[in-house]
Structures are given as C-alpha cells and as structure tokens.
C-alpha cells in the first residue's frame, strides 16, 4: 500500500540514451511533481503537473519531457542524457492547492556513463 | 553552507517517549516538516510547522520549533514498534511558490519491545 512509488530505484545508463522514470500515487492526489536532488540534499523543482496546467521550471533543459497517462501517473522522460544528469530523482504529489502536504516516492537514483 | 542537520540513529524502548532533533541552517525557511520512511516505501508526510509557529500537536505527535536557535524537534509519545523508521527532517523555501525543498540525512529509529 505504498502511496508513491517510482522505478526504476536505480538506473545506470549511457550518455546519449533515453530513459523514462515512472511514478504512481495511489492516494487520489490531484497533484504531481518531480523534483531533483542536487549533492547538498536539496530538492530542486522541476515540474509541477494536475489535470489543469503544466508548470516547467524553466532552468529545466528541454530535454527532460513530463508525460501524465492518467492522474495517478507522472513519468519522467530524459532524452540525449548527459553526465550532468547524474542525481537522485523523486517524484511526489499533494492535494491540490496545497503542495504543503507532498508525499515523495523513494527516488531514483540515475547515474549517467 | 546551508544544511539540514539530524543524528543518524536513535534507539527507545516501546512505550518511552522519542525525540528526534533536527538544525538548519536557511532563515528564510517558511515551512519545516516531518517525514516517515518505512522500508522499501517513499516519504510519507506526517506533519509540518509554519515557521511563525512554536508548536504544533497531532495526536502522538509534537514539533517543537525553536526559530532562534534553528532548531526542529518531533516527539513521538508512546513509541511503538510500528514507529520503526526512518525519519527526515525538511525545510522549504516558497519563493514564487516553488515549493523547493531540503532534506536532512535522515533518522533512523528503532523501537525495542
């Protein structure tokens, strides 16, 4: 009964692949996010996502594609992946309006070669 | 630098009080919060204090927040074994409702019967 769950939980790869990260929430949320995770532990947002808008930070290269199947969905893409992209990732989501009250998955820990 | 500070580990006895403590460091933090890892499952918010707050009570739980010396704690009345878990202490920061966050190390608690 876990309320938000990502995978893969680690995922090595090349540079120049593209990958997707999957994120589920089963708590009825009408909100989602991904987040990275810089070395000092700081959670940096990426993009936040409900069934009304899309909001980009727009330090975030274009490269890096949310794709929301269904509300319980939000799925990382990452296309040409650079060694840059190398962090921990995670996913959360909150009712919406109130991004306060974030549950976050596990994280993903990408390492790009 | 700015830094979330927590102890790795702490150990009680089921029925005893826990205190778990935390120190940052950012003085613009607006909303401080408590979250539970239970293995193999995501973060999961137990609660959050706003940083105009002293304390804050919910159930088994209590946060105390001292502002001046930027210092969180959480006290978990009654430990169970079921409390057994990982928790992290958080700070964000809202500019621009951003909603970014940093987490500490974590804490990992242990509740023997």
């Known amino acids: 009964d876990t309320a938000v769950s990502q995978t893969p939980k680690y995922l090595v790869t090349q540079m120049g692949n593209d990958k997707s990260i999957k994120c589920e929430q089963n708590l009825g949320h009408d909100t989602m996010y991904w987040y990275k995770q810089d070395s000092k532990k700081f959670l940096k947002i990426m993009f936040s996502?409900?069934?009304?808008?899309?909001?980009i930070n727009e330090t975030v290269p274009n490269r890096f594609s949310p794709k929301s199947p269904d509300k319980a969905h939000l799925n990382l893409h990452i296309n040409s992946l650079e060694l840059g992209d190398s962090a921990v990732y995670f996913c959360?989501?909150?009712?919406?309006?109130?991004?306060?009250?974030?549950?976050f998955g596990q994280g993903t820990r990408l390492t790009v070669v | 630098g700015e830094d979330v500070e927590q102890s790795l580990f702490l150990s009680v006895r089921e029925g005893d009080s826990s205190v778990i403590n935390c120190t940052y460091t950012?003085?613009?933090?607006?909303?401080l919060y408590w979250y539970k890892q239970e293995p193999g499952a995501g973060l999961q918010l137990l609660t959050y204090?706003?940083?105009?707050?002293d304390m804050k009570q919910d159930q088994r739980l209590t946060v105390l927040l001292n502002k001046k010396d930027k210092h969180l704690s959480l006290r978990i009345a009654d430990t169970q074994t079921g409390d057994s878990a990982i928790y992290f202490c958080?700070?964000?920061?809202?500019?621009?409702?951003?909603?970014?966050?940093?987490f500490g190390a974590g804490t990992r608690l242990t509740v023997k019967p």
């Open positions: 996502y409900n069934n009304k808008e899309l909001i």
């Open positions: 950012d003085s613009s933090s607006t909303y």
């Open positions: 958080a700070e964000s920061i809202v500019p621009n409702n951003n909603n970014d966050m940093r």
């Open positions: 959360a989501s909150s009712p919406e309006g109130v991004n306060t009250e974030a549950f």
């Open positions: 204090i706003f940083s105009n707050m």
